[in-house]
């Protein structure tokens, strides 16, 4: 994992070095003589730098929803395509200065780790630029300049799926360690990381603890491996759930399960709850094909955190605890509504 991670920072760093070098250079070079043309390029090149800064020193934050999405990075990417053809469409350069093309575009390429959208739209746009510039250059020339543009591409096509290999593995060893196994929900560590998190922002904060009924029993009776199917699905269950909010979903252990959702209020909490077990009542789990299907009991406790709260997620936590006995204890049927006294507000 270590010798991944110093792969990934020393090829990312080379890279940008190079780029950052080699982009100053054709900038001082050209400046004099291309001033009122080098606005649009500066601006693809700015969001190229961009793109590569956050690749290298985004925060790497528990919380994955504040990570910069690949949306963003596509967006920039986008605008950094078109500055850069509308410089050379309707900026008619010099065709040694058609060079850089054979520079940026690869780079584009490889920023997007081979994507077949991208790929065919940037060789278009190559086809249409070497068409412009065909009259003014003999046919040997153009075929060196071919034979640049391709071989470029070709190596930043390898270093890009290097990149990417090294990153998709730097991600799976990050899965496994903030991720359960079994059920694919996040890990208590993972959690409880998460919940600082939010409220280090003096965020509102809905935690909730839910423990499958008699489940001990339940493994006696049909065997762990039925058991662990059930957790999985009701793992997967409450991911579908609480798509629409801002949530986690963790394993404590067992057959306990701990949700986070962030910036909402207690009245919402408590709806979410309540949507919660009833659905949870309509619900058949399939454990095993040659078995019928089974319904379920849960406790479910729930503690919520106002704004600009001076609580821990630990203390938080042993509050919904709390309330998850309670539930357990005074034998609440899955189609109970809970009233307002049954929940912990701070």
Not at 129 to 152: D, I, K, M
Request: proline share 1%.
């Amino acid at each position: 994992m270590e010798r991944i991670n110093r792969s990934i920072r020393l090829t990312t760093i080379i890279s940008v070095i190079i780029f950052v070098i080699a982009s100053a250079a054709i900038t001082a070079t050209l400046i004099m003589e291309y001033y009122n043309q080098l606005l649009p390029l500066s601006l693809s090149m700015a969001a190229i730098i961009l793109i590569i800064i956050v690749r290298v020193k985004r925060k790497n934050n528990y919380y994955g929803l504040r990570m910069m999405s690949d949306f963003n990075k596509y967006i920039l990417l986008t605008i950094s395509v078109i500055f850069l053809y509308l410089t050379f469409k309707f900026f008619k350069f010099d065709f040694n200065f058609f060079s850089i093309i054979v520079f940026y575009i690869p780079l584009l390429y490889s920023l997007v780790f081979p994507n077949p959208f991208f790929t065919v739209v940037i060789a278009i746009l190559i086809i249409d630029l070497f068409s412009g510039y065909y009259p003014e250059v003999g046919r040997y020339q153009l075929h060196g300049y071919s034979v640049g543009v391709f071989t470029a591409s070709l190596l930043y096509a390898c270093l890009a799926y290097l990149i990417d290999y090294l990153f998709k593995e730097k991600e799976r060893f990050r899965n496994l360690s903030i991720k359960d196994s079994l059920t694919d929900a996040y890990n208590l560590d993972y959690i409880l990381k998460a919940g600082e998190e939010i409220l280090a922002d003096k965020k509102k904060l809905g935690i909730y603890l839910l423990d499958i009924n008699h489940f001990k029993q339940f493994n006696d009776t049909y065997g762990h491996l039925v058991g662990n199917q059930i957790l999985i699905q009701l793992a997967n269950f409450l991911k579908k759930e609480l798509v629409d909010y801002t949530s986690l979903v963790g394993r404590l252990g067992g057959d306990e399960f701990v949700i986070l959702i962030e910036d909402i209020s207690l009245k919402e909490s408590k709806h979410i709850l309540n949507r919660l077990i009833s659905d949870l009542e309509n619900k058949s789990f399939e454990g095993d094909k040659d078995l019928s299907q089974f319904n379920i009991s849960v406790s479910v406790g729930l503690a919520h955190c106002k704004e600009g709260n001076t609580y821990n997620i630990q203390e938080l936590l042993n509050h919904a605890d709390e309330r998850m006995y309670f539930h357990k204890h005074h034998n609440f049927s899955l189609g109970t509504k809970i009233s307002s006294k049954d929940y912990l507000s701070k």
